[in-house]
């Protein structure tokens, strides 16, 4: 029998996770879930936005069982996602700001661009290289 840890809503006293053991039934239940919603996908034409998809899903359900998301969080995630999408208009967009605090941003660039010797992390402004620095006028 396997363990996860439940988020056990009554017990936000700081004293750390509940574990809960799962059952192998519902193991294969959730796992035919997640073989459901992939196979969804199967009749995709656009091959990368599958691959995207399926991984989507994948991670989000396997984030769902190993924290054994309560249905009171989810509520609470979806009503985050909710009162986000209501304040984001034309100037200010929350989800690229959730996607800063959350780091995914960042993710995304590192995992677009290759690091050279000399230059700064890329960052969405640079990177910077060396040579750019030793002629940056003085003030």
């Not at 574990?19 to 992939?38: G, K, T, W």
């Not at 100037?91 to 000399?118: H, K, W």
Request: with cysteine; aromatic share 10%.
């Amino acid at each position: 029998m396997a363990t996860y840890v439940n988020p056990d809503p009554a017990r936000r006293d700081g004293t750390g996770p509940v574990h809960r053991e799962v059952s192998p039934e519902q193991r294969a239940i959730e796992q035919r879930l997640v073989d459901s919603v992939v196979a969804s996908f199967d009749a995709c034409a656009d091959a990368r936005l599958k691959e995207l998809m399926v991984g989507l899903v994948r991670h989000l359900h396997s984030f769902i069982r190993e924290v054994r998301l309560t249905e009171e969080e989810w509520g609470a995630a979806i009503n985050f996602l909710t009162r986000a999408g209501h304040i984001t208009d034309d100037v200010r967009q929350e989800f690229i700001l959730l996607s800063d605090t959350l780091g995914a941003s960042m993710q995304t660039i590192n995992v677009n661009n290759q690091s050279y010797e000399g230059a700064t992390e890329a960052t969405v402004f640079g990177p910077f290289f060396g040579p750019f620095f030793e002629s940056w006028p003085e003030d």
